[in-house]
């Protein structure tokens, strides 16, 4: 099992910047594919962006596309999310996952991930 921790939501201006922590802990050994996605009120959970840190391969859905930044700080177990030029349509919760154990392939179905925290919430003002 593996535990995800997710960090540094808030509140922010439209144009500005945030970036999410997310520190893993537990079963991390080959955990190679970590992802974030959103849901906002109202709506259904979505993929933002994902990472294979062996790879290096990545994957961002395409209204964060030159904006977001997904990297993964693997002596420390974190994987963050850089998000510039927010707007108020980014405004959601955000979640961290993990896929499971071995897997190599990025995926943007919520059902391919085997962890997730609990979220951390990030508001966009206009």
């Known amino acids: 099992q593996v535990q995800l921790v997710e960090s540094g939501g808030g509140l922010v201006q439209a144009g500005g910047s945030l970036r999410l922590s997310c520190a893993a802990s537990g079963r991390t050994f080959s955990v190679y594919v970590m992802g974030w996605f959103r849901q906002a009120p109202g709506k259904e959970r979505e993929f933002v962006a994902a990472i294979n840190w062996i790879t290096r391969r990545t994957d961002y859905t395409d209204s964060v596309k030159g904006r977001f930044t997904i990297s993964r700080d693997n002596a420390k177990n974190t994987l963050y999310l850089q998000m510039n030029s927010l707007k108020p349509e980014d405004t959601a919760v955000y979640y961290c996952?993990?896929?499971?154990?071995?897997?190599?392939?990025?995926?943007?179905?919520?059902?391919?991930?085997?962890?997730w925290g609990q979220g951390t919430q990030v508001t966009v003002s206009s």
């Open positions: 996952a993990a896929r499971s154990q071995s897997t190599m392939d990025i995926t943007t179905k919520g059902e391919g991930y085997a962890n």
